[in-house]
C-alpha cells in the first residue's frame, strides 16, 4: 500500500531563510508526485508536480522540488521564504491507482 | 482547471442529524472524489463517487455512514448520516485533471464544507 511521511510537522522560520520541507513514500513502482498548499482560509491547490523526466521541477512562486527515486523522497524547497509563504504544505503520490494518498501536512510560519 | 462550488461552506449540527453536501463542478468529470480534513490533521479519502455506478469507499468508512450520489457528469453529493463529534470536520470534494494519454493530472479542489457537530 502506498503511504506518504512527511517528518516536520511545524517549521518555523524567518524571512529570507531557505526552506526545505521532507517528503518520503512508499511504493515501489512509477508514482506520481505532488506538493499542494493550503493558504490560511484558502482551498487545496497545486503547487508543483512531478510525473517523468527532469527529477528537479519547478512550481509556482519560487518553489523546486527533487524527485530522488533511490531515496524515495520528493522534498520541497525554496531558497528564500517570503511572510507570505506561511501556511500547510501537504505532499502526495499517486502509484497504481488513480487515489491521492496525501502526508500529514507540514505547517510552515514565516516571520518577518 | 476546473471550478468546484461546496454547499454548504459551514454548518452547525446537532448529534444524531444527518446532512449533505452538495458538489458542482463547472466541466464533465469522470472521477469525483470525497476527503476528509479532520482538526490538525491531513486528508484522508472516504470514498470516490463516479457516475453510473456505486461509489467506491476506503477502509474504516460505510456507505451506511456516507452516502454519496452521482447523478451526473457534473455533481456529486455526500451525507454525513447520524452524526457525532468525532464527524466534526472540513469534508472536500476533488476532481482529476486527466490528461491526454489517459495519465493522472492535479486534483482540483473545492473550497471545503466546515461542520461542527455538537
Known amino acids: 500500500a502506498q503511504s506518504v511521511s512527511q517528518h516536520n510537522h511545524h517549521v518555523i522560520l524567518s524571512e529570507a531563510a531557505s526552506l526545505e520541507l521532507g517528503c518520503n513514500y512508499s511504493y515501489g513502482g512509477t508514482v506520481n508526485l505532488f506538493w499542494y498548499v493550503q493558504y490560511p482560509g484558502q482551498h487545496l491547490q497545486l503547487l508543483l508536480k512531478?510525473?517523468?523526466?527532469?527529477?528537479l521541477v519547478k512550481g509556482i512562486k519560487g518553489f523546486e522540488a527533487e524527485f530522488i527515486k533511490s531515496k524515495f523522497s520528493f522534498n520541497l524547497r525554496k531558497p528564500s521564504v517570503q511572510w507570505s509563504d506561511t501556511a500547510e504544505y501537504f505532499c502526495a503520490v499517486n502509484g497504481d491507482t488513480d487515489k491521492l494518498i496525501f502526508g500529514t501536512g507540514t505547517r510552515l510560519q514565516v516571520f518577518p | 482547471s476546473a471550478v468546484i462550488s461546496q454547499k454548504p461552506s459551514r454548518d452547525i449540527c446537532q448529534r444524531g442529524t444527518s446532512l449533505t453536501i452538495q458538489c458542482q463542478v463547472d466541466s464533465q468529470v469522470t472521477m469525483m472524489f470525497w476527503y476528509r480534513q479532520q482538526p490538525g490533521q491531513s486528508l484522508t479519502l472516504i470514498a470516490t463517487?463516479?457516475?453510473?455506478?456505486?461509489?467506491?469507499?476506503e477502509s474504516g468508512f460505510v456507505i451506511d455512514k456516507f452516502p454519496i450520489s452521482r447523478p451526473n457528469l457534473t455533481f456529486s453529493t455526500l451525507t454525513v448520516s447520524n452524526m457525532s463529534p468525532e464527524d466534526s470536520s472540513i469534508y472536500l470534494c476533488s476532481v482529476e485533471e486527466v490528461l491526454s494519454g489517459g495519465d493522472t493530472g492535479e486534483l482540483f479542489f473545492g473550497e471545503g464544507s466546515r461542520l461542527t457537530v455538537l
Open positions: 512531478y510525473f517523468s523526466g527532469d527529477p
Open positions: 463517487a463516479n457516475q453510473g455506478s456505486e461509489a467506491t469507499y
